[in-house]
């Protein structure tokens, strides 16, 4: 069973960057899209950017569009570890709780209740 593992967050100052990771163990995240998310204190977990599992198509929440770029590892598509998110130009609001999730489909969904497997989160302060 594949296993997924975040790590990265932290705290930052409004405007400054964060590389998240998110990588695989028991298995490859091959032929699995992959999503991120984030849920901030009292607020529903929502979407914040998506890669299909060939790396060919990415989608990102409005919120989130020209500051955060995903991304995933390049050194085999067959043997697949890792899924990144970096944020660039943080703001207060992005805080949350960050999880990164795998569809089994493939084709990297806006949908959380689309993804089989799910990360146990990293959080991400920003300080205004």
């Known amino acids: 069973q594949v296993q997924l593992v975040e790590s990265g967050g932290g705290l930052v100052q409004a405007g400054g960057s964060l590389r998240l990771s998110c990588v695989a163990s028991g298995g490859t995240l091959a032929g699995y899209g992959m999503g991120w998310f984030r849920q901030a204190p009292g607020k529903e977990r929502e979407f914040v950017a998506a890669?299909?599992?060939?790396?060919?198509?990415?989608?990102?929440?409005?919120s989130v569009k020209e500051r955060f770029t995903i991304s995933r590892d390049t050194i085999s598509r067959d043997n697949s570890k890792a899924v990144y998110l970096q944020m660039a130009t943080l703001k207060p609001e992005d805080s949350a709780l960050y999880y990164c999730a795998a569809d089994m489909l493939g084709g990297g969904t806006t949908r959380a209740d689309e993804y089989e497997l799910w990360g146990q989160g990293t959080q991400v302060t920003v300080s205004s």
């Open positions: 890669i299909s599992w060939r790396g060919d198509k990415t989608a990102y929440a409005d």
